[in-house]
């Protein structure tokens, strides 16, 4: 055993279904840095707030759903199980492959195809997952994995496992023991919607555990083309670049509304236009480098500031969860910057060209 932190289970076993010892299967997830963002703060109009990131990117596979998958791998290690599976836009897929391989289980992986970020299909391969490229959509595939997981000795692994959302909750822990108090506000993404229901169960539990005085108002994004919950029906072809959210059948739609409805949130759509723009403003303002879905939360914020919809005291503590790394989608981050200027290896061309 590694010495030091020994991940969220560990850290965390007085809130999470109990596990042996043995069972548990981590590659030391959690524990993310939340960082100060006040550069962003008063670039989206509310430099008198307190902005943290919640860089969940920083997670072993990436993304927040190693959260998830070291409940899931422990708990499907606890009950025997061979092998996991589930379908996904990708980070789900990385992380199960990855804690699949640590676990010794077979991992397959159901995924549509042309439509997950290249950083993501590259780990599910390189973990040795079986991966099934669907001719179909991120709806279509989960709709398959329920019904072999339902007829077949195969754990799914999918947010609809509750182990996901147990240790989701975590997040929410790790927040409040940071800031010493709960957030006056949550920003994040929705797509299949178990995140934002996490995040609620751990701060409500931390709440009734008085580890907690408050509870924050959980303000959830859809992207404007994949957006289910904000239109109040399903979405039968999502159309969105974040391909993270590109989801038209939240397994988790009732629980989020009741994270909404319960905290006095939001769930509101974004364009791609304002994601996108969020997406650059973090990493060219604060050097922090999130995949799209994750910019959803920010330009969320940025537009109800905007639209003057929240109340933002002096120092209200204002978090938004960054779900999963920049580094997943390398071909938007370059399709939306500037092409790299093609300079002669020579010293006055380059002075020439930066005109110092
Ligand atoms: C999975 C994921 C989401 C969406 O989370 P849900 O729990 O499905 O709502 C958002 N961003 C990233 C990067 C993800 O991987």
């Given at each position: ?5 020994r991940g ?11 596990l042996?010892?043995g ?26 707030i ?9 997670n072993?596979?990436g ?8 409940m899931a ?35 397959v ?6 439509n997950i970020?290249?950083?993501?299909l590259?780990?599910?391969m390189?973990h040795?997952?079986?991966v ?7 709806d279509q595939a989960l709709e398959?994995v329920?019904e ?8 799914m ?7 996901r ?11 409040v023991?940071?800031l ?7 920003f ?21 555990k008085k ?11 859809q992207?404007?083309?994949s ?9 039968k072809?999502?159309k969105?670049?974040?391909?993270a959210i590109?989801?038209g059948?939240?397994?988790s ?15 509101d ?10 997406y650059?403003?973090m990493?060219?303002l604060?050097?922090v480098?999130?995949e ?6 920010v330009a969320?914020?940025?537009?109800h ?9 002096k ?5 938004c969860?960054l ?10 981050a370059?399709?939306v ?13 380059i ?6």
């Open positions: 055993m590694t010495p030091g932190y969220l289970i560990h850290r965390y076993r007085d809130f999470l279904p109990t042996k010892d069972d548990i299967v981590s590659l030391l997830e959690g524990n993310t840095p939340l960082v100060e963002a006040p550069r962003l703060a008063k670039a989206i109009g509310a430099p008198q307190s902005l943290y990131l919640k860089i969940e990117g920083l072993p596979t993304s927040f759903k190693d959260r998830g998958m070291t791998l422990s708990r499907a290690v606890q009950e025997g199980s061979k092998a996991v599976i589930c379908g996904s836009t990708g980070n789900t897929s990385a992380s199960a492959a990855a804690y699949a391989a640590r676990a010794g289980l077979k991992c992986v159901l995924i549509p195809e042309g970020a290249l950083g993501k590259s780990q599910a390189m040795g997952a079986e099934l490229s669907i001719q179909g959509n991120f398959l329920k072999i997981s339902a007829s077949h000795p195969i754990t692994v999918n947010s609809l496992n509750p182990m959302l147990e240790g989701q909750k975590t997040g929410a822990f790790e927040i023991d940071v010493g108090h709960a957030p006056d506000y949550q994040m993404p929705v797509g299949n919607a178990g995140n934002i229901t996490a995040y609620w169960m751990g701060y409500k539990e931390y709440f009734d580890k907690a005085g408050s509870k924050p108002k959980m303000m959830g994004f992207a404007a083309g957006a289910p919950i904000v239109n109040g029906a399903p979405v072809d999502p969105t670049i974040a391909t590109k989801i059948n939240p397994a739609w009732k629980k989020a509304e009741q994270a909404r409805d319960e905290s006095g949130g939001v769930i759509a974004v364009t791609d236009d304002e994601i996108i723009e969020a650059k403003l990493s060219s604060e050097g480098f999130c799209p879905a994750s910019a959803a939360g969320g914020l940025k537009k500031i905007a639209q003057k919809k929240l109340d933002l005291k120092g209200a503590a204002v978090v969860i779900t999963g790394h920049g580094l997943k989608d390398p071909e938007r370059i399709a910057s500037p092409k790299p200027a093609s300079i002669k290896a020579d010293l006055k061309a002075l020439d060209h930066l005109k110092i």
